[in-house]
């Protein structure tokens, strides 16, 4: 098993950054590819980025394209999601997920995740 716990969220103004992490530990962190979701008041979780095991490859749902990286150290056993232009539409609850098998942004296939963390955005 892999347990994952993010950290880094806050509130933020419109237009600034903010950067969240995951940590896992149990099982050994480059044998998953991660992805992070998000979840806002009163809607459904949306795949937000994921990254592959070696970090070599990266998908971003469009609304974040260009605004948001997400990268991970395997030796720190961390993935980040590292948010800038934040806008209001991007307060949501953050969750990292971990998948044994494929990079994917299916939620259903990921196997492990975190608890979330809250990002606010203020206008």
């Known amino acids: 098993q892999v347990q994952l716990v993010e950290s880094g969220g806050g509130l933020v103004q419109a237009g600034g950054s903010l950067s969240v992490s995951c940590t896992a530990s149990g099982r050994t962190f480059s044998y998953y590819d991660m992805g992070w979701f998000r979840q806002a008041p009163g809607k459904e979780r949306e795949f937000v980025a994921a990254?592959?095991?070696?970090?070599?490859?990266?998908y971003y749902t469009d609304s974040v394209k260009g605004r948001f990286t997400i990268s991970r150290d395997n030796a720190k056993n961390t993935v980040y999601l590292q948010m800038n232009s934040l806008k209001p539409e991007d307060t949501a609850v953050y969750y990292c997920?971990?998948?044994?098998?494929?990079?994917?942004?299916?939620?259903?296939?990921?196997?492990?995740w975190g608890q979330g963390t809250q990002v606010t955005v203020s206008s």
């Open positions: 990254i592959s095991r070696s970090g070599g490859i990266t």
């Open positions: 997920a971990a998948d044994r098998d494929r990079l994917t942004t299916r939620q259903y296939e990921y196997d492990y």
